[in-house]
């Protein structure tokens, strides 16, 4: 069984953690409490391949933003995540992207970008449009979810998965050449 390292990364109070406790124990976190750092272990099925993610749910507060290198390094693939009901958040990604290529030294890391409380539309100050574009402008996919009607939890962890395993395949076939006689 495959194991993946995932981060979860994003500014306070966007849903990071209500997202992965809704995955992994199905329940809704409905006060907010600030995460230092937090580390959780689920088994999942992607596309008949049994995996184990390891979580780490980070701090979005700006306080421990040194830590986040660390977590940058650690990780295999990054979960994004902005609220559809805060302009600033989704500006907030952007830093985190470039942080994310600067840490690991390439383009080529498996990212999805995640815009959380879709159940809050008639708060929406983001745009579906401006994710997908961003996220294409990142050769990333995008979902957008709402961890307290577990929309699209399940959706976004799988994804995160298919994204590790596509990046690392195609690492592996860059690597890979032959020569013929």
């Known amino acids: 069984m495959r194991e993946f390292k995932v981060v979860v990364l994003g500014s306070g109070g966007v849903g990071k953690s209500a997202l992965t406790v809704q995955f992994v124990s199905s329940t809704f976190i409905e006060k907010y409490d600030p995460t230092i750092e937090d580390f959780y272990r689920k088994e999942i099925e992607v596309d008949g391949q049994p995996s184990v993610l390891e979580i780490l749910d980070t701090a979005g507060t700006e306080q421990f933003s040194s830590m986040r290198d660390l977590y940058i390094k650690n990780g295999q693939g990054f979960v994004v995540v902005y609220s559809i009901t805060s302009q ?60 307290k009607n577990n929309q699209n939890v399940n959706v976004t962890f799988a994804e995160i998965v298919r994204e590790m395993n596509y990046v690392q395949s195609r690492s592996r076939q860059s690597k890979t050449c032959c020569s013929l006689m």
């Open 88 to 147: 600033q958040t989704f500006h907030d990604i952007r830093n985190m992207k470039e942080q994310i290529v600067r840490v690991k030294g390439s383009e080529n890391v498996p990212i999805l970008l995640v815009g959380n409380k879709c159940d809050l539309s008639h708060q929406r100050q983001v745009r579906s449009e401006e994710g997908l574009a961003l996220a294409e402008s990142w050769s990333c996919p995008f979902t957008e979810c709402s961890a």
